[in-house]
C-alpha cells in the first residue's frame, strides 16, 4: 500500500538535543497527523493538523502543515529519555484511510 | 473518547495452527476499523479495513481473513499460520466523518 516518505529513518541524539524530522507526498492532504509508537506499544496520536501553514506545539512538540498540503514537520525540543520510539506522520484526505510515513525510529542517549 | 481493546496481548502458535485475534471499540458507533501488522521496528502495513458490519476489504493477499460480526468486534484469523505471520499486530478505529484514529495497544504473535 502507499506510504509517505519519511525522514530521517532513525536518530540517535543525547539527551538536551533538539530533534527534526519530515514527511513529504506526491499527493495533497487536508489533516496532516503524528503519532508516537513507545516500544511494545500502539500509535498514539501527538499532534492533529487540520489547515494549510498552520503550526501547532504541544508541551515541547512543534508540528506544521505544510502551505502546499503535500508535506508536514515535527520538531522535539530539549528532548528527554522518554522520547524514545517510533514517530509516524499521517496524511487524510477528508475522511479517507490514513496514509502513514515509514516512521522515525528516535533513540536517546542519556 | 474511543477505548480499543485487543487481546491477547502475546501469543505463540505453532505453525500450522488456527489463529484468532478480536479488537473491540467503546465510546463510539459504526466506526471504520483496521487491522495493521507491523514488522519489527517497521512500519505499518494495513491487512483489512471494514466500513460496517459484514464489510471486509483486504488490501494485500495473505493468509489471514478478517470478519466484523457486529459493529465494534473486529477479529482476525487464519486457519493455518505460517512464520511469516509472525509480527505485532495491531487494531484501530476511526469515528463516522472524524479524523485520525485510536489504537489498540496490539497483539504480539509469534510463530514457531
Known amino acids: 500500500g502507499q506510504q509517505l516518505n519519511q525522514s530521517p529513518q532513525s536518530m540517535f541524539i543525547q539527551e538536551g538535543e533538539d530533534v527534526s524530522m519530515n514527511c513529504t507526498s506526491s499527493?495533497?492532504?487536508?489533516?496532516w497527523l503524528w503519532y508516537k509508537q513507545d516500544p511494545g506499544e500502539g500509535p498514539v496520536l501527538l499532534i492533529a493538523?487540520?489547515?494549510?501553514?498552520e503550526l501547532t506545539s504541544n508541551g515541547r512538540l512543534t508540528a506544521q502543515f505544510g502551505i502546499t498540503r503535500k508535506d508536514s514537520f515535527l520538531n522535539i525540543s530539549a528532548s528527554i529519555p522518554s522520547d524514545v520510539g517510533i514517530y509516524f506522520c499521517?496524511?487524510?484526505?477528508?475522511?479517507?484511510?490514513?496514509?502513514f510515513g515509514t516512521g522515525t525510529r528516535l533513540q536517546v542517549f542519556p | 473518547s474511543q477505548t480499543i481493546h485487543q487481546w491477547p496481548a502475546t501469543l505463540v502458535q505453532p505453525v500450522g495452527s488456527p489463529l484468532s485475534l478480536e479488537c473491540t471499540v467503546e465510546?463510539?458507533?459504526?466506526?471504520?476499523l483496521y487491522w495493521y501488522r507491523q514488522a519489527a521496528g517497521r512500519g505499518l502495513q494495513l491487512l483489512f479495513y471494514?466500513?460496517?458490519?459484514?464489510?471486509i476489504s483486504s488490501e494485500v493477499p495473505q493468509n489471514l481473513s478478517a470478519s466484523r460480526p457486529q459493529d465494534r468486534q473486529f477479529i482476525l484469523s487464519s486457519k493455518k499460520l505460517l512464520l511469516s505471520d509472525s509480527g505485532f499486530y495491531l487494531c484501530?478505529?476511526?469515528?463516522?466523518?472524524?479524523?485520525?484514529?485510536?489504537f489498540g495497544s496490539g497483539t504480539r504473535l509469534t510463530v514457531v
Open positions: 465510546g463510539t458507533s459504526n466506526p471504520n
Open positions: 499521517a496524511g487524510q484526505w477528508d475522511t479517507d484511510k490514513l496514509i
Open positions: 471494514s466500513v460496517g458490519i459484514g464489510q
Open positions: 499527493s495533497i492532504f487536508n489533516t
Open positions: 493538523l487540520y489547515k494549510a501553514g
Open positions: 484501530a478505529s476511526q469515528p463516522t466523518g472524524g479524523s485520525g484514529y485510536t
